[in-house]
T-cell receptor, first 112, second 112 residues
Framework: DTEVTQTPKHLVMGMTNKKSLKCEQHMGHRAMYWYKQKAKKPPELMFVYSYEKLSINESVPSRFSPECPNSSLLNLHLHALQPEDSALYLC???????????FGPGTRLLVL | EDQVTQSPEALRLQEGESSSLNCSYTVSGLRGLFWYRQDPGKGPEFLFTLYSAGEEKEKERLKATLTKKESFLHITAPKPEDSATYLCAVQAAETSGSRLTFGEGTQLTVNP
């Protein structure tokens, strides 16, 4: 298995909802990432987990809460989001922190 | 601060018309330079990693080269399926390996 999978593909949520994005990889990669991408812009790094420990938090608002239950899974818990949080959320993984990230297909999030 | 500038912002080619995309970078010690391809609404797809000046890598119609200040992505005899946004990113040796600095991308359109 050489893919990063993400669910759901699309998500619409209200500003008072709580939802979670899920990411999975079975390549034995030890670094996993969350990126946010707005239209016509490059991906912006949000969080990095290295060996299942949070190693980078790019000053992301607390309404985004990452979780790494094990080496294959990465979640992003969402609560009280704002319309400006609407974006494509990308999960990625790499063999280690110095290797090139492999991206998943993304979750298209719309906050109403 | 690490910076990546890609040019042109957009490029239209006729099928078979070869051209090059540019990625200029400023980084405090380059660890690696990455090229990705991204189709609309999808996650970036990894193409190449370059580590040192003079290095070249090829894949089908694409060839990436690296100097101390810039990288080029040469596209030979492009086909319509090469239409995508091409992203360049750098990884600095002195920062956390997990952190990439992306350029804004070049949107390539290849007309049949």
């Amino acid at each position: 298995d050489t893919e990063v999978t993400q669910t759901p593909k699309h998500l619409v949520m209200g500003m008072t909802n709580k939802k979670s994005l899920k990411c999975e990889q079975h390549m034995g990669h030890r670094a996993m990432y969350w990126y946010k991408q707005k239209a016509k812009k490059p991906p912006e790094l949000m969080f990095v987990y290295s060996y299942e420990k949070l190693s980078i938090n790019e000053s992301v608002p607390s309404r985004f809460s990452p979780e790494c239950p094990n080496s294959s899974l990465l979640n992003l818990h969402l609560h009280a989001l704002q319309p400006e949080d609407s974006a494509l959320y990308l999960c990625a993984s790499s063999q280690g922190p110095w290797a090139s990230p492999n991206f998943g297909p993304g979750t298209r999030l719309l906050v109403l | 601060e690490d910076q990546v500038t890609q040019s042109p912002e957009a490029l239209r080619l006729q099928e078979g018309e070869s051209s090059s995309l540019n990625c200029s970078y400023t980084v405090s010690g380059l660890r690696g330079l990455f090229w990705y391809r991204q189709d609309p609404g999808k996650g970036p797809e990894f193409l190449f990693t370059l580590y040192s000046a003079g290095e070249e890598k090829e894949k089908e119609r694409l060839k990436a080269t690296l100097t101390k200040k810039e990288s080029f992505l040469h596209i030979t005899a492009p086909k319509p399926e090469d239409s995508a946004t091409y992203l360049c990113a750098v990884q600095a040796a002195e920062t956390s390996g997990s952190r990439l600095t992306f350029g804004e991308g070049t949107q390539l359109t290849v007309n049949p």
